[in-house]
């Protein structure tokens, strides 16, 4: 005979146990029907395709068409640029073994293995950006890249239920997409006001006064195509990157030609940063050398290297969400050295006596464009910055005022500072300060901070674009990931001590590249998805910006790679 307590302990445990057998099935139910659903969807996929005329079906032919580079690559694009448009938990890991928690993501080790999860790996004989027809819009946006099935359910424990019954750990999502009014300005400011600040000033000297009115005409044209950019990513379901807008426009080769561009201009900008900082070292410490052996290091090359040394560990990072962190006070950073150059020009009175200027200089406008045009460097991060907005219809909003305020910035210190300077303008106004005032030197090492928390940022893209092209046999080998990051910035620096010009590189940066993603293909893209739907004006305004960015490219690339030629013989 029991207890009574012992009655009722049994009876406890029952219940409990029964309970947990209904949590169980319900959770067991709950996964079938989400199964039950995607199947659903993929057939009704499958049966809308055959469905599909033969105009239709030779254009998904051709956009599934195999090559030697994954279809869908990149796949790790919206989540590496996600770094510049939010702040994601913070969790410091190495490359080496991961430790998956279910709210710290891994970006290497999601790189590694996105390739072999099955939701993400769709036949080749599907589209892989659904058409319009197929799919009926949705209040929120789908996942970060239009290769995942639609999820109905989304649960704050970012599980995903793969064939085999067991759950993973999503890497994808963030666990917040609803960015504010004020984030959001913030984000394109960050985005926006970078280096290209420091090198305004040179960009009057090598145009003339006349020239700076270049500055407020891409001001213009890039708040335009800002918006051409949404109205692409609104014209199907799905899109919510530049890769995926240049897909919808041209296929996969569209995908693929883009992605490059812009892992191109994110590689040539880490370039800058090295030479950066080996300019604003080397004013710091002129009479720094190492000498080994009959080899010798001058500063400038001094710096360079341990630059590069110095940012390597912070590129094998495998989570670089603490790096966001501290890189989202570039906008802070920005603000305090141009407010160093006001204290030192107004304050100390630095500068200011009569300078020889110049009203136009024809010679040179072509560097000058080129160096206008790197300031409104930050259309690739647009399309997530709208994605991410709890009202997207505030994006021209947030547009407005950024490119208000970053362009307000660029002039006054375009003007100030060629102002005090004159024709000894510098290509970085840092190295005409005064260094032995206080704010000349918290400016300098402001400048000099800076880039060290933005080249891991920067360079983790290209990275994991590379490392999802690894052959599947050794991709969860990190020393392959590692090799690769490794090789980058050991270019980057080879790169910066061939061409240690900084002025110069960021005006053929500005004038190839900045112009093809700034005002060439948004125009180019738009015209092709929207097509015979096009207004008359909208075509005419389409066809002036691409005139204009390609005149700038093409003359801003010849001067620079000309004077970069001219300087290294």
């Known amino acids: 005979m029991f207890s009574k307590r012992e009655r009722e302990m049994a009876m406890k445990n029952s219940v409990s146990e029964q309970s947990f057998y209904i949590d169980s ?141 067991k759950s993973s750990v999503s890497h994808e999502l963030p666990l917040s997409r609803q960015s504010s009014y004020g984030q959001a300005v913030l984000n394109g400011m960050n985005v926006l006001c970078g280096v290209g600040i420091l090198s305004t000033p040179y960009a009057v000297k090598e145009g003339g006064w006349i020239g700076l009115s270049i500055l407020l005409i891409y001001a213009i044209l890039s708040y335009y195509t800002g918006i051409l950019l ?17 897909q919808a426009a041209f296929g996969t080769v569209g995908r693929i030609a883009i992605s490059i561009i812009l892992y191109v201009e ?28 009959s080899f010798e290091l001058n500063s400038h090359h001094l710096f360079a290297v341990m630059t590069a040394l110095a940012v390597l560990p912070t590129v094998w990072l495998r989570d670089l969400s603490i790096l966001s962190y501290i890189s989202a006070g570039g906008v802070i950073a920005s603000i305090l050295v141009v ?26 406008l072509p560097v000058a464009i080129g160096l206008y045009g790197y300031c409104y460097s930050g259309h690739a991060v647009f399309p997530n910055i709208y994605t991410s907005m709890a009202k997207p219809s505030q994006y021209p909003s947030v547009l407005l005022l950024s490119f208000g305020i970053c362009t307000v910035m660029y002039a006054a210190v375009a003007v100030l500072g060629y102002t005090m300077f004159g024709e000894s303008t510098q290509s970085q106004f840092t190295l005409n300060m005064p260094q032995d005032l206080v704010a000349s030197k918290i400016a300098v ?34 020393v392959y990931s590692i090799l690769i990051r490794t090789a980058l910035v050991i270019s980057t620096l080879l790169v910066a001590l061939s061409i240690p ?44 910006v691409i005139g204009v960015g390609l005149v700038s490219a093409v003359f801003g690339s010849y001067s620079a790679l000309s004077q970069i030629i001219q300087n290294l013989i």
């Open 266 to 293: 994110l590689y040539a900008c880490c370039v800058e940063y090295i030479i950066l900082e080996s300019d604003n070292l080397s004013s710091l410490f002129p009479n720094a050398h190492l000498n080994i052996g």
């Open 339 to 364: 407010g160093c150059l006001f204290w030192v020009g107004l304050v100390d009175q630095a500068g200011f006596e009569p300078q020889k200027t110049t009203t136009l200089n024809l010679s040179t």
């Open 445 to 478: 090492w402001t400048t000099v901070v800076n880039p060290f928390t933005k080249y891991a940022l920067t360079m983790s893209p290209v990275a994991m674009s590379l490392e999802e092209l690894i052959p599947s046999s050794h991709v969860k080998s990190h």
């Open 25 to 165: 099935e319900e959770e067991e139910d709950e996964e079938k029907v989400l199964y039950d659903k995607v199947a659903d969807n993929e057939a009704a996929n499958n049966s809308d395709s055959s469905n599909y005329s033969s105009d239709n079906e030779n254009e998904i032919r051709q956009q599934s068409k195999p090559n030697s580079l994954n279809p869908s690559w990149p796949q790790s694009y919206r989540q590496s640029i996600d770094l510049y448009s939010s702040v994601p938990s913070p969790s410091l890991n190495f490359l080496g073994t991961p430790t998956l928690t279910r709210f710290s993501s891994s970006f290497l080790s999601s790189t590694l293995t996105r390739r072999h999860t099955p939701e993400i790996l769709p036949s080749l004989n599907k589209p892989l950006i659904t058409p319009v027809d197929e799919e009926k819009p949705k209040e929120r946006r789908s996942s970060s890249h239009s290769l995942l099935p639609p999820i109905p359910l989304r649960k704050s424990s970012l599980k995903k239920i793969i064939p085999d019954g």
């Open 501 to 544: 010009f900084f002025g110069l590189v960021m005006a053929l940066i500005g004038s190839l590249l900045t112009m093809l993603v700034t005002l060439i293909l948004p125009c180019a893209c738009y015209m092709s998805i929207v097509k015979r739907k096009i207004s008359l004006f909208q075509g005419s305004m389409c066809v002036l």
């Open 230 to 246: 949404r109205y692409c990513l609104d014209s199907q379901p799905g899109l919510e990157t530049y890769p995926d807008i240049g």
